[in-house]
Structures are given as structure tokens and as C-alpha cells.
Nanobody, 111 residues
Framework: QVQLVESGGGLVQPGGSLRLSCAAS????????MHWYRQAPGKQRELVAY???????TYAASVKGRFTISRDNAKNTGDLQMNSLKPEDTAVYYC?????WGQGTQVTVSS
């Protein structure tokens, strides 16, 4: 089992940037793929990006070229750098590893 805590959300203007972080407890973090999901009001939770233990990354088409996922297995942390943010990126963002989910962090993109 791994405990996950996200941080870094907030309010940002369109075109701005935010960096989300996911801190994991336990010793299994480095063995599993880390995912970032998001859920906007009234919508289903959707996959944003994921990174394998060896660093291979995959992105949803809607964020490709704007978001960058990374991880540091030695520190049990993972990040999601979000640039050129759009109002449609507004959502609660969740970190997901193995069978664990974080509590989520709110990202609001608005002028």
C-alpha cells in the first residue's frame, strides 16, 4: 500500500503555469507506473498522463505539448508541470499509483 499526497494546485490565469507534486509514502512507489488524472465538475475522471518506473511517458491528446510528467524514484515523488493552461484544464487533479489515490488538488484556470 502507498499513501499519496498531492500539492501545488491553485488559481491561475489562462496561459499561466502550475506545477503539481505527488508525494508517496512506502517503499513500492518506484516499482509502479504513476498516473495523473483529473475530474472537472459534471464530468468523468480522465487520464491526463502517466510515467512508467523507467521514465517512459504518455499524455492525453488534450495536454500533449503543454504538460510534462516526471518522477524521482529515490525521493518517492512525482510532478506534473502544466504550461499554457486553458480554462478547460480546470479540474481536481489526482495522483494514482498501484491501487492508491491521493486526495486531489484543485486547479482553476480563469481570468
Amino acid at each position: 500500500q502507498v499513501q499519496l499526497v498531492e500539492s501545488g494546485g491553485g488559481l491561475v490565469q489562462p496561459g499561466g503555469s502550475l506545477r503539481l507534486s505527488c508525494a508517496a509514502s512506502g517503499s513500492i512507489f518506484g516499482r509502479y507506473t504513476m498516473h495523473w488524472y483529473r475530474q472537472a465538475p459534471g464530468k468523468q475522471r480522465e487520464l491526463v498522463a502517466y510515467i512508467t518506473p523507467d521514465g517512459t511517458t504518455t499524455y492525453a491528446a488534450s495536454v500533449k505539448g503543454r504538460f510534462t510528467i516526471s518522477r524521482d524514484n529515490a525521493k518517492n515523488t512525482g510532478d506534473l508541470q502544466m504550461n499554457s493552461l486553458k480554462p478547460e484544464d480546470t479540474a481536481v487533479y489526482y495522483c494514482h499509483v498501484f491501487n492508491s489515490w491521493g486526495q486531489g488538488t484543485q486547479v482553476t484556470v480563469s481570468s
